[in-house]
């Protein structure tokens, strides 16, 4: 079960990841939503706060440097859950996310599921008045 409140859409940029150790550690960000990105080639404890520097050159020359926690690890890479954004941050999140397709995981998942939709706008129309 899919338990993301945000939208998540690929997102292939390098980053830097500062820990609160003070140490510095160079991946690659996968997807991205305005709740998170998971990074690979990074590995950080669960619990670690950490800043990612993200450099997005996609729709502009953007860096911002988003505070989060790693909220889940496996091989291969981490999950981090942004904290509080900025304006300016959340403001670009939301650009990058619109002009981007799903990532494969939602989309395959989305097609996996079926859900018909039946409306009877006759009912609609009497439960307004």
């Given at each position: 079960?899919?338990?993301?409140?945000?939208?998540r859409?690929?997102?292939?940029?390098?980053?830097?990841i500062?820990?609160?150790?003070?140490?510095?550690?160079?991946?690659?960000?996968?997807?991205?939503?305005?709740?998170g990105?998971?990074v690979?080639?990074?590995?950080?404890?669960?619990?670690?706060?950490?800043?990612?520097?993200?450099?997005?050159?996609?729709?502009?020359d953007?860096?911002?440097?988003?505070?989060?926690?790693?909220?889940?690890?496996?091989?291969?890479?981490?999950?981090?859950?942004?904290?509080?954004l900025?304006?300016?941050?959340?403001h670009?999140?939301t650009?990058?996310?619109a002009?981007?397709?799903?990532?494969r995981?939602?989309?395959?998942?989305?097609?996996?599921?079926?859900?018909?939709?039946?409306?009877?706008?006759?009912?609609v129309?009497?439960?307004?008045?």
């Amino acid at each position: 079960m899919e338990k993301r409140k945000f939208e998540r859409v690929p997102f292939n940029q390098p980053v830097v990841i500062e820990d609160e150790a003070g140490e510095s550690h160079l991946a690659d960000a996968c997807d991205l939503s305005i709740g998170g990105m998971f990074v690979a080639g990074a590995e950080l404890p669960f619990g670690r706060r950490v800043i990612v520097h993200v450099h997005d050159d996609t729709g502009g020359d953007w860096t911002m440097a988003l505070g989060g926690i790693v909220r889940w690890t496996r091989a291969g890479g981490v999950g981090i859950q942004f904290g509080m954004l900025g304006a300016r941050e959340t403001h670009r999140i939301t650009e990058i996310v619109a002009r981007a397709t799903p990532s494969r995981t939602r989309a395959r998942a989305a097609a996996e599921i079926e859900i018909p939709l039946e409306l009877d706008l006759d009912d609609v129309a009497e439960s307004t008045r």
